[in-house]
């Protein structure tokens, strides 16, 4: 299974979903949909700028756990 830590790092960046919305530049549906590990997938692009954004690596965000 794949996670989606980006609910941590809003916490440790002090930011909201709207701000990282705004900085990434997609919408506050998506970003949520990524928070809440509804997505099937992300753009490299859009997974760069969040890295550029929090300033943090993909391996940040993404998290495979064995079942």
Same mark, same amino acid.
């Given at each position: 299974m794949i996670k989606i830590n980006l609910d941590l790092?809003?916490?440790k960046h002090q930011m +909201?979903? +709207?701000e990282l919305a705004e900085k990434v530049g997609i919408t506050q549906a998506? &970003?949520?949909i990524l928070k809440n590990n509804k997505a099937k997938a &992300?753009?490299?692009s859009t997974l760069e700028k &969040?890295?550029?954004v929090l300033k943090c690596q993909p391996g940040d965000i993404i998290e495979y756990i064995d079942k």
């Open positions: 790092l809003l916490l +909201t979903v +709207t998506n &970003i949520s &992300i753009r490299f &969040i890295c550029e």
